[in-house]
């Protein structure tokens, strides 16, 4: 029987190893950032994340030589210097770098018929154009490795299904998704670059959006596995994306969101109700 409920402990560091890896998780200090800077700092990467301001802590896993502890860079994403300041520093403290996780991003709730056009630009900016810049630097640097490197984009289930209340972010992400695919084309074979479709996670702000705890479980029922996301079942996917498991993996879009949302018309049917 398989067991689907891995909300807790997930034994991923004794299938996969990244000792010798260098991984640059960006907003990686909180929310799914953190759940994946775990998940590959418990397979022994050298992790840094990325952040305007530092976490009150930073993400640690135990491994079998100790403890592993991410490496916080102060950068805006969203800053090109900063930006392009964060790989020099990694590369001169590193020598390399061999995962990108493009996961910095969000968007306030804004109706799209009077959000003025400063706000959508905005949204565009976090989600769509720095990932682009940020990938784009990351291919400079692994282009000139013997090993290349792996490139992975976050998205989101607004990608696959309207998104009002957040459209210029739905449209953000659904870009990402497409650059995926075409630079994968375009930087191959050296560098792989594969995007991840988020379904709704459970974070640490998840009252925010789905209520008290009974309006979280209550959405999690909606969901075919019976719960939402944990932040790690999304670092699970990048650690897969990353391995060599997944070398022959690119320009690929892996879904992670337990089965998705029951169409509607299911609950409103009185079809078998007689």
């Known amino acids: 029987m398989v067991n689907n409920d891995n909300t807790q402990e997930n034994p991923t560091n004794t299938r996969l190893c990244f000792d010798n890896a260098v991984v640059l998780v960006t907003g990686g200090g909180k929310g799914v950032g953190l759940g994946i800077s775990l998940r590959f700092l418990e397979a022994g990467a050298t992790v840094y994340i990325c952040g305007r301001s530092a976490p009150e802590s930073l993400p640690s896993a135990p491994t079998q ?11 805006d994403v969203r800053d090109l210097d900063q930006a392009q300041a964060m790989f020099d520093q990694i590369k001169t403290e590193s020598g390399r770098l061999d995962v990108l996780v493009n996961n910095a991003g969000g968007a306030p709730p804004a109706d799209a018929a009077t959000a ?19 990938a784009q630097m990351a291919n400079t640097l692994m282009q000139d490795q013997a090993s290349g490197g792996s490139i992975i984009n976050i998205a989101s289930v607004s990608v696959i299904r309207p998104s ?5 972010y739905g449209a953000a992400k659904a870009g990402m998704v497409n650059f995926s695919s075409s630079v994968a084309v375009e930087w191959a074979p050296k560098v792989r670059v594969n995007a991840v479709i988020a379904g709704l996670v459970r974070t640490d702000q998840a009252e925010l959006h789905y209520g008290d705890e009974a309006g979280i479980e209550a959405v999690g029922r909606t969901i075919p596995l019976g719960r939402m996301a ?12 990353a391995s060599s498991l997944a070398s022959y993996v690119s320009g690929s879009t892996v879904t992670v969101h337990g089965g998705g949302e029951a169409p509607a018309f299911l609950s409103a049917s009185n079809a078998n109700n007689e």
């Open 230 to 241: 944990q932040p790690q079942d999304i670092g699970d996917a990048c650690l897969f994306l």
């Open 116 to 134: 003025s056009p400063r706000f959508t630009a905005s949204i565009i900016n976090l989600n769509l154009l720095a990932p682009i810049n940020l």
């Open 164 to 168: 009002p209340g957040t459209a210029a």
């Open 65 to 75: 030589n100790g403890s592993n502890v991410a490496q916080f860079i102060s950068a």
